[in-house]
């Protein structure tokens, strides 16, 4: 029986068959629209680094053929065979997506999947309708990535813009507005990635089978400067069988645009003719009629120009400075339910998945869309249990459909993906983790310990949390001779045994070797096992 996704869900591709040639189908329709359906090949920064793994209606297939594009079939708008172990090492993620060609919205589609097929049977299957979104013109449906293993998402994240959007999420460009006009109707689109050293790109416009040879007219004489051009003959009517096809040179193509001199030879400007059309100026303040106001002198070299007289000073020029400013701090929207905007601001997107998240109360920084605020209550048993603990944690439930962004005290965050695993932090680390995990406060065992943290909280299930640490912390592997400070360790697996141990002794200055710390986390555990220390301590 296929496996049933919600947006936002996740599950490694061996949980779901054992196979790596797989059969992706796409059903998307809707009356009077037509769909683009398109798989991109990405990088580790998920970027489209290399075009030929760009595979579309244009393109159908990659070098190695690990991706190919098989048309309409089994019901399926559109369907892809994709061999996972043939796939090379600089392609981490493959991404599905759907574009309207046209007018229209993603709102006024039916229902329709994306579903995964292996060994003639479905193994999983997302399921969308149009109520799912608004005004986008383009979504990406679904993603296989590499995370140590290979993994499936439902991503069902869109974008307004269409599929030029879509290509410049992934780092890819769309060719000037004037080429695109030169081209034939109905051709496809020039997408254009990023320029690359000397490498075309491999999927332009295509060639046509044949074209009618055109009459070269006679080349124009160039007109002197300053004299308006003499209108050329009409060219002699020739039958088009008369001339060769036109050769095309490339060096036409690959030279750069050089601007003619506003000045003719020489240096000298020429003073501008008397009558020219405009009335006196009334002298200003301090000016003898008939006195012309001196030209400001040039400014050294690297320094900025003077206004002219009677601009105010230090007005900015007009242009995209102020874009440019703020370019690097743009919002980074990815699809994804967790999203880092740097490393002290954390995006979540609600509505994917279904399910609510869990913040730190005070957290929120800013929200986009119909999000509900609650109170997370523990319940009376809990409070008390938090407050014996010390890891009581004031929550607030985040639901609804938008975005929030969440921050506290400029700590760094880190999303750590649960799949069925756990992970044991302190509640002061804890920022924010998905409903849909479990967490229960979790004794450490200890004997004549005079002070420190004595119980942590345990995350278990599936899902994300987000950690928060002061400076940037260092993950170790656990070894039968691995300590930690109590006040600077921040998470560990939940698999680790951890024991607590004190060194306080009579005059402990005078034992060489001393640590100087009073109580130490002693962490025991098969390979595979880790801690998370900061630079800092609590």
């Known amino acids: 029986m296929a496996r049933e996704f919600q947006r936002g869900h996740k599950a490694r591709i061996s949980d779901l068959t054992a196979g790596t040639d797989l059969y992706v189908g796409v059903q998307i329709a809707s009356p009077g629209l037509t769909f683009d359906i398109s798989c991109f090949g990405l990088d580790a920064d998920e970027r489209l680094s290399d075009d030929r793994y760009f595979v579309f209606f244009n393109q159908p297939k990659s070098p190695e053929e690990s991706l190919q594009l098989l048309g309409a079939q089994a019901g399926d708008t559109e369907s892809f065979r994709v061999t996972l172990d043939r796939l090379p090492a600089h392609v981490h993620r493959l991404s599905f997506t759907a574009a309207i060609d046209g007018a229209g919205q993603m709102s006024q589609i039916g229902p329709g999947y994306i579903r995964i097929v292996a060994g003639g049977e479905e193994v999983a299957r997302y399921p969308f309708t149009g109520s799912e979104f608004t005004t986008e013109r383009a979504v990406m ?113 690959t030279a750069h645009t050089i601007a003619a001199p506003v000045f003719p030879p020489g240096g000298a400007v020429p003073p501008p003719p008397p009558g020219d059309g405009l009335p006196p100026q009334p002298p200003q303040f301090g000016q003898a009629p008939g006195q012309t106001m001196p030209l400001a002198p040039p400014a050294p070299f690297g320094a ?196 607590l141990s004190s060194q306080v002794r009579l005059r402990r200055n005078a034992y ?7 109580v130490n986390l002693q962490f025991r555990g098969a390979p595979g096992n880790f801690i998370v220390v900061q630079p800092y301590e609590v």
């Open 141 to 253: 449906l679904g993603d296989f990535y590499l995370k140590d293993v290979w993994r499936f998402a439902a991503i069902g994240q869109g974008f307004d813009g269409g599929l030029e959007a879509l290509l410049k999420n992934f780092g890819g460009e769309v060719a000037e507005e004037q080429q695109a006009a030169q081209q034939p109707m109905g051709a496809a689109p020039a997408f254009a990635p990023p320029a690359q050293a000397a490498v075309p790109p491999a999927f332009g416009v295509p060639p046509q089978a044949s074209q009618t040879p055109q009459i070269p007219h006679a080349p124009q004489p160039a007109p002197s400067f300053g004299t308006p051009a003499a209108s050329p003959p009409a060219p002699p009517q020739t039958p088009p069988s008369a001339y060769p096809p036109p050769q095309r040179n490339p060096q036409i193509h």
């Open 304 to 499: 900025q120009p003077s206004a002219p007289y009677g601009q105010p000073q230090g007005v900015p020029a007009a242009g995209a400075g102020l874009q440019a400013a703020l370019q690097p701090y743009r919002e980074t929207p990815t699809g994804q339910r967790w999203t880092p905007q740097n490393q002290q601001l954390m995006r979540v997107e609600l509505g994917i998945g279904g399910s609510a998240v869990l913040a730190r109360q005070g957290s929120m920084v800013m929200y986009q869309g119909r999000v509900d605020f609650s109170h997370k209550s523990a319940g009376y048993v809990g409070r008390k249990l938090g407050d014996a603990t010390g890891q009581e944690m004031q929550l607030m439930r985040c639901s609804g459909r938008g975005q929030v962004f969440l921050a506290e005290d400029a700590a760094q965050l880190h999303p750590i993906e649960l799949q069925g695993d756990g992970i044991c932090v302190s509640a002061e680390n804890v920022l924010a983790f998905d409903e849909t995990l479990q967490y229960e406060i979790r004794r450490i065992e200890g004997h004549g310990i005079p002070g420190g943290a004595l119980f942590t909280i345990q995350l278990t299930g599936t899902g994300t949390v987000v950690v928060k640490t002061r400076g940037t912390p260092v993950v170790l592997p656990v070894t039968p001779t691995t300590f930690a400070d109590a006040n600077a360790v921040v998470a560990w697996s939940s698999a680790s045994q951890v024991i």
């Open 512 to 518: 060489p070797g001393h640590s100087g710390e009073t």
